[in-house]
């Protein structure tokens, strides 16, 4: 009788394929598998030829499980599992998964960037005549420089604004108007300074055939516009419509 318990204790701790699966929360075929590839082998046999797993398989499966959602491969679970320095082994592993997985991050991030860019430039017009990876490559080196110009523009404008604003208050306050008649032909200066400047410095990109162009002055002065393109005619095919604003080279 003692013998029968004994049996009965030694069968309780002892799963089969589809118990253990069951409990690591892993299907059938993955425990199969990992048994082929001898990771996951059974401590015993049945009489009738089937494979039984002990608590402590169960804890290497669900070990396994864990490393494989860390991003180890299987080989390198054999690795941890047959090494006597498995703590070691598994630092030293776990240490070159992190700086892969870092590395992917700052790919993706910067793949993250270009997406961004091209949807912001997409919104700005309705066709981005790109033909190439270094064409897009080179509207995106061209965003920055624009950026570096409109900043520019922005800040002389503030300029303008404050002369003509601080010579309007001298002649309302004082009555003296020969500083507003200064600042303002100052600020005249300026403005065409700045309009010869974003000129010689800005070209658009023609959306029917791709083709860099300066337009002529006239038309650059008085075609409508949007913050980042401009209705204008393309001096190579003719077509008339809003060109993509681009850093001059």
Known sequence: ?????????SSMSLYTTGEIAKLAGVSVRTVQFYDRKGILPPSQLSEGGRRLYSQEDLGKLQRICLWKTMGLSLDAIKDILESPNSDKVLGLLLEQQAKALEEDIHHRQKQLQSIRALEENLKSTEKIPVNSISDMEQLMKNKRKLRKIHGVMIAWGVIMDLLQIAGLILWIVR????????????????????????????????????????????????SKHTPKTRKLTCSHCG????CVEVAAP
């Open 1 to 9: 009788m003692g013998y029968d318990v004994a049996k009965e204790v």
């Open 175 to 222: 009555g003296i108007w020969q500083p507003f008649v200064v600042c303002f032909a100052v600020a005249v200066v300026i403005g065409v300074l700045l309009t010869r400047y974003y000129y010689r410095n800005t070209e658009y990109l023609c959306t029917a055939c791709s083709t860099r162009f300066r337009p002529k002055v006239k038309e650059f002065l008085f």
């Open 239 to 242: 077509t008339k419509d809003f």
